[in-house]
């Protein structure tokens, strides 16, 4: 990757406990270009307005820059239409309007959810509470030894009594790609419908929502260079056309009366209140910068930086992988002995370098691992070999550090 990418990243710029920054928490929000923090500037100084409702010249810029947002991740992820598209808080809050609307409406007594052990608790949690409601069953996918799943465990797991498959595209703990398009065909032969959770697929890899036949697919703009507090659901026009709103009030009605109200036309009956437009705006933003950049050559830098860290790290006594040994995106999951994750962390952060320590939001994952925590190192389009070699000199001065702990 081209070193004046990096140059684009401001925040990078600074030193830490005195070291120069190297940043490989990724998987937990990307750092933003200049383009997009510039673009988010303009808006506030230039464009500020409330969308869709005032006639004023700055109420139109802003409704144009919002709807330009959509119309620019449409094309993104290759939706057939912006109908399709709904602004979102992120991740979370579009599986949860999947869950609460789609899947409570369509499941009952005897019907089935299946997911993975693997999935971030955003992509656990509201299937739950929907199973919970309306009396259907939660399965899950056994998992191979290295965290991957085979398609002959997929089939067996899918019934015809199954109503949702709610699947990760990419593991933000064991960096497993999942094969999405075969899952949605079997999926689909079952008449069950797939619901994606993208929030580590989007940043990454070209992404496109009718090749992968995917039913719904949610994501976050912060993981893709883009502001906090923005993402999306993407959903199949007929699906979203069945589904009832879960927020109700100004901007989503189309007539309110006194004992009823009826609602806006997609995408707009999904997007009650106020929305997230200077959060849009900096995803539009995000989007033109990612593709300036070619998402074809994110994927190969990171697939190259991943197994450069890969030779690297094995080079550490007493460090544990987990997850398969090839990676497809760069993201590495281990622990270095019986060293803590929070004090391997604590350390490194001391040189400059962070990583992650916890469960992830993956304690179910974390319970069939059998350790309480992991320390995760996550790239990106910014980060270098040079970032690499300075976690393993930060990993074996750790390992230095607390002596026979590793």
Known sequence: MNASIREQFPILNQEINGHPLVYLDSAATSQKPRAVIDAVKHYYEWENANVHRGVHTLGSRATDAYEGAREKLARFINAKSTEEIIFTRGTTTAINLVASSYARSVCGPGDEIVLTEMEHHSNLIPWQQAAIAVGATLKYIPLQPDGTITLEDVEKTV???????????????????????????????NGAVISVDGAQSTPHMKIDVQDLDCDFYAL????????????????????????????????????VGLYESNWKDLPWKFEGGTPIIAGAVGLGAAIDFLQDVGMDEIERHESRLAA????????????????PAVREVGLITFNLGDVHPHDVATVLDAQGVAIRAGHHCCQPLMRWLKVSSTARASFYLYNTEEDVDRLISALIQTKEYFGDAT
């Open 308 to 323: 450069y860290a890969m030779n690297r790290l094995a080079e550490l006594d007493g460090f544990k992988l987990y997850g």
């Open 159 to 189: 019934t015809p009594n199954t109503k949702v498959v709610a699947i990760g595209y990419v593991s933000n703990v064991m960096g497993v790609v999942h094969p999405v398009k075969e899952i949605a065909e079997i999926a689909h032969r």
């Open 220 to 255: 976050s703009g912060h993981k893709m260079c883009a502001p906090t507090g923005i993402g999306a659901l993407y959903g199949k026009k007929a699906l979203l056309e069945q589904m009832e709103p879960i927020e109700f009030g100004g901007e989503m009605i189309n007539d």
